[in-house]
């Protein structure tokens, strides 16, 4: 029991994280925040997806360029120019890697307007720090696992950041509804987008991208709006006029 709370822990945490810090927020400035709380949910960030931490400015780029080109072979993960989900996740990791090491200068319309904080990037991107959290997982589970099975559950937490990167790219450009004409592939996949905390209505998402709340009918449901628009009204940040 302790084994799959501390899971869906950390799948959530992670997940949220990302949806906030990294998309809504680094990518698409939905919301503005004072440094304090930047700094505050950039380090949660960093905590949250532990050895499978994802650069902000780096996500952020690729992500602008995914809107820009979505579902073209410009685009750095769409699933329809790749095989498979393992090819997706590699070419993804190969370009993401070239923005963090500074190896290729992005186009300007995707530059600037990110948050950055050199001394967590530089310490999330170690393999020291990567093993670090590596030795905690396992730890953890040598301690409180009951059963064989369990294990089989640390990959994920290894490679947490992806995974989640992965199902939203391939599922959400693949798989379900429309209900808008984005002259792209994205969809709208239900009932796994709770699993994925809004993540994938990506259909809405691309109609809207400047929207904080990806659902747009009345049967569909944002886990994550809520808990930022209740920030919202907390002061902790400022959501933008749509």
Same mark, same amino acid.
């Given at each position: 029991m302790v084994i799959l709370v501390f899971f869906l822990c950390h799948w959530f945490l992670?997940? %949220?994280? *990302? !949806?906030?810090?990294?998309?809504?927020?680094?990518? +698409?400035?939905?919301?503005?925040?004072?440094?304090?709380?930047?700094? !505050?949910?950039?380090?949660?960030? %960093?905590?949250? *997806?532990?050895?499978?931490?994802?650069?902000?400015?780096?996500?952020? /780029?690729? +992500? @602008?360029?995914?809107?820009?080109?979505?579902?073209?072979?410009?685009?750095?993960?769409?699933?329809?120019?790749?095989? #498979?989900?393992?090819?997706?996740? /590699?070419?993804?990791?190969?370009?993401?890697?070239?923005?963090?090491?500074?190896?290729?200068?992005?186009?300007?319309?995707?530059?600037? @307007?990110?948050?950055?904080?050199?001394?967590?990037?530089?310490?999330?991107?170690?393999?020291? !720090?990567?093993?670090?959290?590596?030795?905690?997982?396992?730890?953890?589970?040598?301690?409180?696992?009951?059963?064989?099975?369990?294990?089989?559950?640390?990959?994920?937490?290894?490679?947490?950041?992806?995974?989640?990167?992965?199902?939203?790219?391939?599922?959400?450009?693949?798989?379900?509804?429309?209900?808008?004409?984005? #002259?792209?592939?994205?969809?709208?996949?239900?009932?796994?987008?709770?699993?994925?905390?809004?993540?994938?209505? *990506?259909?809405?998402?691309?109609?809207?991208?400047?929207?904080?709340n990806f659902a747009n009918r009345w049967f569909e449901f944002d886990p994550s709006y809520?808990?930022?628009?209740?920030?919202?009204?907390?002061?902790?940040?400022?959501? @933008?006029?749509?």
């Open positions: 992670s997940l %949220f994280f *990302q !949806t906030f810090f990294l998309h809504r927020y680094a990518s +698409h400035k939905m919301f503005k925040m004072e440094p304090f709380w930047e700094k !505050t949910f950039y380090l949660m960030t %960093f905590l949250s *997806q532990g050895s499978s931490f994802l650069n902000p400015r780096a996500y952020a /780029i690729m +992500h @602008r360029m995914h809107h820009a080109y979505s579902d073209t072979e410009k685009d750095p993960h769409s699933p329809h120019f790749i095989k #498979d989900v393992w090819g997706l996740m /590699i070419k993804t990791k190969n370009i993401y890697l070239e923005y963090v090491k500074f190896k290729v200068e992005p186009e300007p319309a995707f530059r600037d @307007r990110y948050p950055t904080w050199s001394l967590i990037d530089r310490i999330g991107d170690l393999w020291i !720090t990567r093993s670090v959290f590596i030795a905690i997982y396992i730890a953890f589970y040598i301690y409180f696992a009951e059963y064989w099975w369990m294990f089989l559950l640390l990959p994920i937490h290894f490679l947490m950041g992806p995974i989640h990167g992965a199902i939203v790219n391939w599922c959400g450009h693949k798989y379900g509804y429309s209900n808008h004409d984005n #002259d792209d592939h994205s969809k709208n996949s239900l009932p796994l987008d709770f699993l994925m905390m809004g993540e994938l209505f *990506q259909n809405n998402h691309h109609k809207s991208p400047n929207n904080v809520p808990i930022i628009k209740l920030m919202h009204l907390l002061r902790i940040i400022r959501l @933008r006029k749509v």
